[in-house]
Nanobody, 125 residues
Framework: QVQLVESGGGSVQAGGTLRLTCAAS????????MAWFRQAPGKEREGVAA????????YYPDSMEGRFTISGDNDKKMLYLQMNNLKPEDTGMYYC??????????????????WGQGTQVTVSS
């Protein structure tokens, strides 16, 4: 089992920045591929970034428009999400997740078996 703890959320105005942090422990499965997802009220959980630690390869949906950057430190067991030029539509609960299966693609929540409790991000206009 993997334990994931997110932090760094908060309330900012549009155009602001936040840096989310996820601390991992437990089963080292987290060290292969991890991702950030978000969920707004009434909406499905959405993948915003993923990273393979061994290669450093990162993945984002086109909608992020280069505003978000995922990074990680394997030695420190940490995952980060730098969010710039935040928009009100970025509001939601942000979760980090450790990937367990590799059948459908990084943005499918069903590929991830371990989730943190989430950290709230609120962007006001």
């Amino acid at each position: 089992q993997v334990q994931l703890v997110e932090s760094g959320g908060g309330s900012v105005q549009a155009g602001g920045t936040l840096r989310l942090t996820c601390a991992a422990s437990g089963d080292p499965v987290w060290s292969k591929c991890m991702a950030w997802f978000r969920q707004a009220p009434g909406k499905e959980r959405e993948g915003v970034a993923a990273m393979f630690f061994s290669s450093g390869n990162t993945y984002y949906p086109d909608s992020m428009e280069g505003r978000f950057t995922i990074s990680g430190d394997n030695d420190k067991k940490m995952l980060y999400l730098q969010m710039n030029n935040l928009k009100p539509e970025d509001t939601g609960m942000y979760y980090c997740a450790a990937r367990r299966t590799y059948g459908r693609g990084w943005s499918f929540a069903s590929e991830y078996g371990d989730w943190g409790q989430g950290t709230q991000v609120t962007v006001s206009s």
